[in-house]
């Protein structure tokens, strides 16, 4: 997702100019993202039987795919005491 963060939008400032991106910087992006979310079902499906259904939407489509709540995964202990 850090790969593809600099290619969502943001507010623009007043004076400021608009950026501009290369396609093949964001298509390789786009792909990682792809990739990321193909091997998450794999993992998912192996472990624990979680089949994707049809109606997921791909991750390149959910504009919130990792959003201000999920930051708490990256802030979980492996340790068993806690």
Not at 27 to 32: G, H, P
Not at 35 to 42: F, K, P, S, V
């Amino acid at each position: 997702m850090a790969e593809y963060e600099p290619f969502l939008g943001r507010e623009l400032a007043p004076g400021t100019p608009v950026p501009v991106h290369s396609a093949a910087d964001m298509a390789r992006a786009q792909a990682a993202i792809e990739q990321a979310e193909q091997e998450l079902w794999r993992v998912r499906e192996e472990l624990l039987g979680w089949a994707r259904p049809s109606w997921a939407p791909d991750a390149a489509l959910v504009a919130d795919w990792f959003s201000a709540e999920d930051e708490s995964y990256d802030q979980i202990s492996t340790d068993p005491a806690q």
